[in-house]
């Protein structure tokens, strides 16, 4: 089951530059989430905080409070441990490309100590299902490299990677970018199931994608959180002008 | 903020306005040129390969008379007397190369890592820095290096000093094209794995080390191939040795060595076995080599 997050006071900085200022939401959980704004504005910055990705950045750093259900993330905990709850999908769809299919989707519990066979071959299955993905490539799951596959496919296959380590979170960069319309279909049909077991947080440049899958929408500018509320309320009745000026597409 | 007329037209030229350009044809002179140039190139890649293939051609041509099974399986016979072989030697120098492979191949494998992965400040800067200083040491320096280090201490010539001289021959090579292969590996690739919670040491040596291995063996092949005819630090490292040594503390015979003291011996039946030396060298590290290569292709996947 997925948990929701609580984000307080958050500032993140890259060297002497600061990227976001004093970002507070409440994220519910079994929901998704999206983020918009424009280019620069911060949106990754944050979803990187969420997991501790940020700091694997030269001279990057955070301060103020991240708590993942009741795991503070920037108390104590390790950035290791954490990912493992919190899962994450890219913008460019990065499969591991020396490992078959079934090594990139078992790669996060192998690499973790998990040894038993019987219960990868599970996982496997149950991800790459999970992920939409189990029909096309169940053929060759030990013969071809995760490379081989196709842009969408790539993607889906990252997801599955990223659901196989059970997290209780989901982020996702912009992961339908760089992918066509059937294949962006697909993946947001996946987020709307598997909002049922994760809490999904996704960052896009797309108005139309985070009105079709978020319930709840937060608006980013400038590293300032302008306004976060119901995906609707965002869409047709915004309380900013600015937020207002962007979903209209005056800017941006 | 920007008002909505001007995100419509700004900074759009109508294409009317853009003064009517006319591209010609390609020219004879291009479509020549064209052709010119290919030739070139061919050529530079013919003149490239003609040493190699001579090289190989003059050693089969003067060696190949010599190689009989008696060369292979026998050790030299006193000076004058016919027959004999250089088992002793491809045994020696197998047994040389393998102890600095053992050596030298981990070691510039984590220089390397290091260099890629952590050494990316100035403690990184400094390494680079004496590795490419340690690239250019003529050889035989390194042979009295060894000398100093493992043979000085053991009171005797031995495998293993000559091992150890190899051995620091090949880090530097292996440490910096180990690195340069690290460092093609994109960034992408670690992010997925600390994203899904596997450590630093672990993402380096199963994900970015494994997704450069092609590279990385590349790498160590190239250092292999160019310690594996060195003659100047064996001089006073592993000596040579005319009969059996199976002891890697004792003197031992080297191809390089044998030849060395053959090709400058007066005998014509030792000059001949020379040149079969020399061509059961080369095979030797080409089909190494290959083998390798063979390996490593059929350990891959389809598409990767």
């Known amino acids: 089951m997925g948990v929701g997050i609580t984000v307080e006071h958050l500032n993140a900085f890259y060297g002497k530059t600061q990227a976001l200022f004093d970002i507070n939401i409440a994220v519910l959980a079994n929901h998704a989430t999206a983020l918009i704004g424009p280019s620069g504005c911060g949106k990754s910055t944050f979803i990187r905080c969420l997991n501790r990705m940020h700091e694997t950045i030269p001279e990057a750093r955070v301060d103020g409070k991240v708590l993942i259900g009741d795991l503070s993330v920037y108390n104590g905990t390790s950035a290791t441990q954490l990912r493992r709850r919190v899962g994450m999908v890219f913008q460019k769809a990065n499969p591991f490309p020396t490992m078959s299919i079934y090594d990139n989707v078992a790669a996060g519990l192998k690499l973790n100590g998990f040894r038993n066979r019987k219960q990868l071959d599970e996982v496997v299955h149950k991800s790459l299902h999970n992920s939409a993905l189990w029909d096309e490539v169940k053929d060759h799951l030990h013969k071809k490299s995760g490379a081989s596959l196709s842009g969408g496919q790539q993607q889906r296959l990252c997801i599955a990677r990223a659901l196989a380590v059970q997290p209780e979170v989901l982020l996702m960069d912009e992961p339908c970018s760089a992918l066509d319309p059937i294949s962006t279909g697909k993946i947001e049909e996946l987020i709307f199931q598997l909002k049922e077991q994760y809490t999904i947080v996704i960052v896009t440049h797309n108005m139309q994608q985070a009105a079709r899958v978020a319930e709840f929408t937060g608006f980013f500018l400038l590293g300032k959180m302008i306004e976060f509320d119901k995906t609707e309320k965002i869409f047709t009745n915004p309380s900013d002008k600015r937020t207002e000026d962007y979903v209209t597409g005056r800017f941006g | ?304």
């Open chain 2, 1 to 304: 903020m920007p008002d909505t007329d001007s995100n419509t037209a700004a900074g759009f030229v109508p294409q009317s306005s853009i003064p009517q350009i006319s591209i010609p044809p390609i020219s004879l002179r291009r479509r020549v040129m064209d052709h010119v140039m290919t030739g070139v190139a061919v050529l530079t890649v013919a003149l490239v390969l003609l040493p190699l293939f001579a090289i190989f051609a003059y050693l089969v041509y003067k060696g190949i008379g010599s190689i009989n099974l008696a060369f292979l399986t026998q050790i030299p016979k006193p000076p004058g007397e016919p027959g004999g072989g250089m088992a002793n030697a491809i045994v020696g120098s197998m047994v040389i190369l393998a102890i600095a492979s053992l050596l030298g191949v981990p070691l510039g494998i984590g220089a390397g890592i290091f260099l890629s992965e952590y050494g990316r400040n100035r403690y990184g800067d400094i390494v680079r820095f004496v590795s490419d200083v340690l690239n250019g040491v003529p050889s035989i320096v390194i042979g009295i290096v060894a000398y100093g280090l493992v043979v000085m201490r053991q009171k005797h010539f031995s495998a293993l000093a000559g091992g150890v001289a190899l051995a620091i021959m090949m880090v530097p090579t292996i440490a910096r094209t180990t690195e340069q292969m690290l460092l093609l590996v994109p960034q992408a690739i670690r992010e997925a794995a600390y994203g899904l919670g596997v450590s630093r040491w672990r993402t380096t040596l199963s994900i970015t080390l494994r997704t450069a291995t092609s590279g990385v063996i590349t790498g160590v092949m190239l250092a292999f191939a160019r310690v594996a005819g060195e003659t100047a630090p064996l001089l006073f490292t592993a000596f040579g040795n005319q009969y059996w040594n199976w002891r890697t503390d004792q003197p031992t015979a080297a191809l390089s060595l044998q030849i060395f003291t053959y090709a400058i011996s007066p005998f014509d039946e030792w000059h001949r076995q020379a040149w079969a030396g020399a061509l059961v060298l080369i095979v030797l590290i080409v089909g190494a080599v290959a083998a390798v290569r063979i390996a490593v292709k059929h350990g891959t996947l389809a598409g990767a």
